[in-house]
């Protein structure tokens, strides 16, 4: 049973900087990549950031590009999204996920097969 429980989110002003964080137990870490999510409310669930199995290879949705980083410790098993310049658009539940061996759409959520039960993160104007 593989369990993912993040942490990090608060309220914070425009401009300012969170960094949320995601443990994960029950598959072995340093084989699995892993992404971050977020969804607003009335809106789909949208990608945010997705690491390689090793942190060498990232991607990024363009709404985040420049001021989010997905880094991670294997040695850990923690996955991190340090978010600075936050904008009140970026307010919304993050949400940590791992991906599904062999799947290679990043950016699609039906990519990923376990899920946290998400952080709030609200960003005032």
């Known amino acids: 049973q593989v369990q993912l429980v993040e942490s990090g989110g608060g309220l914070v002003q425009a401009g300012g900087s969170l960094r949320l964080s995601c443990i994960a137990s029950?598959?072995?870490?340093?084989?699995?990549?892993m992404g971050w999510f977020r969804q607003a409310p009335g809106k789909e669930r949208e990608f945010v950031a997705r690491?390689?199995?090793?942190?060498?290879?990232?991607y990024y949705a363009d709404s985040v590009k420049g001021r989010f980083t997905i880094s991670r410790d294997n040695a850990k098993n923690t996955v991190y999204l340090q978010m600075n310049s936050l904008k009140p658009e970026d307010t919304a539940v993050y949400y940590c996920?791992?991906?599904?061996?062999?799947?290679?759409?990043?950016?699609?959520?039906?990519?990923?097969?376990?899920w946290g039960q998400g952080t709030q993160v609200t960003v005032s104007s």
């Open positions: 996920a791992t991906g599904s061996p062999g799947v290679t759409y990043y950016y699609q959520k039906e990519s990923y097969d376990y």
């Open positions: 690491s390689s199995r090793n942190g060498l290879i990232t």
């Open positions: 029950g598959r072995t870490f340093s084989s699995t990549a």
